[in-house]
């Protein structure tokens, strides 16, 4: 199991391998937001605090996008693109900073 | 209209149109004095920058304003501030106008740049900080997003202290005489404006106000409404007293407030309603209070909301649906900013009881915090449903207090 901890929310959700970020906020009923939902509109963007490398690696459109808004924080990724790729750990992800 | 571009610094000419006959504004807002698109050009010893364009049939209009004060040769810079239809309008027009111009948009602004024109057009990003140059004049760019779409971002022109400030300080309030201290009384669409357009933003009118601060500003542009060029601290107090009184009541209370809203038919729901504010109200730093949606208004119910850090309504279920007043109160949520707010619904049933599951299934939309399921009651509640009421109430203010939720999924 893998524990996504939402702080912003006060969600603790265990999940699974392969299971995307989008789907533990969407189903946890976090707050965060999400626009198009496919990695083009920068609404999703948040910040791993742990655990980043416990998600699957950051794709082009992510690159792209990050680049657009002008920061160069390895730890910002956007939640739609995200899922988990561990069988274990703990990953911590705040969406107010 | 008159075809002047008026003057209103030593480099910078309004070019932008007038809109006299606009009644209803992006579906929500009534313009009972119409409205203007405001458009500007700033001049320098080594060229031209146009600050936004106008709605796309005012086209004609700020061409001709436009080509009273350059050619169009001599445009160095467009920069949109933002790119919604009103002040991108006549952008791709432009361009072809003046291909040699180099288009600045903030880095948000990319993607609806792509969605807005259907074609692949050169663009320069801007952050805070960064600066074009028109020779002897230097446009400063300051990232002001959500104000009041994700994009939005504003400049400052340092040699005579212009706050471009897209639509923040705006008003829908035509009038051709422009500036603050010539047009009408405008403090009422002023306002009307702010709480229909900036009000759900009010933390990043905040931080915009932070930016704002490092500037000493003489005039103000915005992208609607009159020029402000009397007084503008006063404009930049007003932003910062509306925006901060919702935190300034909670100073005063001091405590986390927590409202419930109920509609009843046969008084189950409002029993439902009394209990779960009890159990709420045991946990200390919360404040529980209940409303019978029935008697509030619509301004009642906004203010409320606004204030309160979890918001949990009831609702019977009729016709298998939830009450309108349930509906409306929701709908409220319009003017208002809803991420971090804790939800939850209720409800007493006779037949179906659908009606805790949509408004459920609707804060969640709304992008409210949803922690726990919602709870429902076919008709009377019991004792021991009471109780399960009373410990619903005291979950949602714990977690509300800072209590952490764990779950599978």
Redesign the interface.
Known sequence: MVTV?LK????????SVG?SLR??AR?????M?F??RVG????CIAKVLKGKELLSPINDKELL?LA???TEDDSLRLMCQCSVEAEEGEIEISY?F | MSALAAQVSDSVHFIGAFDPKIRTFDIIMKTANGSSYNSYIVRGSEGVAIMDTVKKEFSAEFFVRLESLCNYEEIKYIVLHHLEPDHSGALEELMKRSPQAKLIISGRAVMMLKGIIKADIPFETANTGKQISLGDKTIEFLSTPFLHWPDTMSSYLHEEKILFSGDVFGSHYYDERLFDDEVGDFSYAFKYYYEHIMRPFKQYVLQALNLYNRFEIKTIAPLHGPILRTNPQYYLDKYEEWSSEEKFRKNTFGKKMLSVFYMSSYDNTHKMAEVIMEGADTIEGIVASMYDLASLDEKNMIDLLEESDAIIVGSPTINGDAVKPAWDLLSCMAFLESQGKIGAAFGSYGWTGEAPEMLHDRMRWLKFRLPIKPIKIKLIPTEEELDECFAFGKEVAEITMGKMVEMEI
């Open positions: 901890s912003d929310d006060n969600i603790i959700a265990h999940t299971k789907e533990v189903k946890s009923g976090a707050s937001e626009g198009c083009d509109c920068s609404t996008v657009a808004v002008g107010f």
